[in-house]
């Protein structure tokens, strides 16, 4: 991922948000060798070399790209994570932002950072350490290493792991059960269970969550049980 990549995912990311057509993501890689590598460290070499580049710590405020889909904390809409090959550095910190991870059996996971003289600035130190238990999640990070889609899987990092020419059907039923529900009472859930996964549970009741909200007062919080007294497929609009 260099910056020009940064620029343009920036803008995909801006238009997934504001479509509302657009009910769920599926984030992959081309081919079959790699989900994604993470950082182009050619370039940053060459950067550094230059004297062009200021040093890097977490986050991306400042730099080209942002917000990055590692800092875009109130995207609602839910996202599909396809893992066929190689998820290090960056690109395992996309999966880890994704809500459902499908990862080919040949999958392979890391934050090999440490190793480079850097740190995971993306949010893999939050975000494993809050879906880890705690020495798990230090065990990987302050070693760089790797692990299988099938760890993953057992870790819970992962969602399902299927033979790679399996995959692509496995994301196809993952995204066909995540259209099938209301989209307002999708982005609801998630906003609701991200926001409060840190919370006490009676503070997390009486947080205010704007999706929910809007869910509460839509027309598809009334389709739902009317489709059900009617026995028929519900007719959802999203708004």
């Known amino acids: 991922m260099n910056l020009r990549m940064h620029e343009q995912l920036s803008e995909i990311w801006d238009d997934f948000e504001q479509d509302e057509d657009i009910w769920v993501g599926v984030l992959t890689g081309a081919g079959d060798r790699s989900f994604s590598v993470g950082q182009d460290l050619r370039e940053l070499a060459e950067r550094n070399r230059a004297g062009i580049i200021r040093p890097s710590t977490f986050g991306s405020?400042?730099?080209?790209?942002?917000?990055?889909?590692?800092?875009?904390?109130?995207?609602a809409k839910p996202l599909v994570a396809r893992v066929n090959g190689y998820a290090l550095g960056g690109g395992f910190e996309l999966a880890l932002a994704c809500d459902i991870v499908v990862a080919a059996e040949h999958a392979v996971f890391a934050l090999p950072e440490v190793k480079r003289g850097l740190v995971a600035g993306a949010g893999g130190v939050f975000r494993m350490t809050s879906q880890l238990p705690f020495k798990t999640a230090l065990g990987y990070l302050l070693t760089g290493r790797e692990f299988s889609a099938q760890r993953g899987y057992e870790l819970g990092l992962v969602s399902e792991v299927v033979?790679?020419?399996?995959?692509?059907?496995?994301?196809?039923r993952w995204v066909e059960d995540l259209v099938q529900c209301a989209p307002l009472a999708v982005r609801a859930t998630k906003e609701a269970?991200?926001?409060?996964?840190n919370l006490p549970v009676e503070q997390a009741f009486a947080t205010r969550y704007v999706w929910e909200e809007?869910?509460?007062?839509?027309?598809?919080a009334l389709e739902g049980p009317r489709a059900f007294?009617?026995?028929?497929?519900?007719?959802w609009q999203g708004k």
């Open 61 to 75: 405020r400042g730099a080209v790209g942002w917000p990055r889909l590692t800092e875009r904390f109130s995207l």
């Open 163 to 172: 033979p790679a020419e399996d995959l692509d059907a496995c994301v196809d």
């Open 193 to 197: 269970a991200l926001r409060s996964a």
């Open 214 to 220: 809007r869910r509460m007062h839509s027309e598809d």
């Open 229 to 235: 007294a009617e026995k028929r497929p519900p007719r």
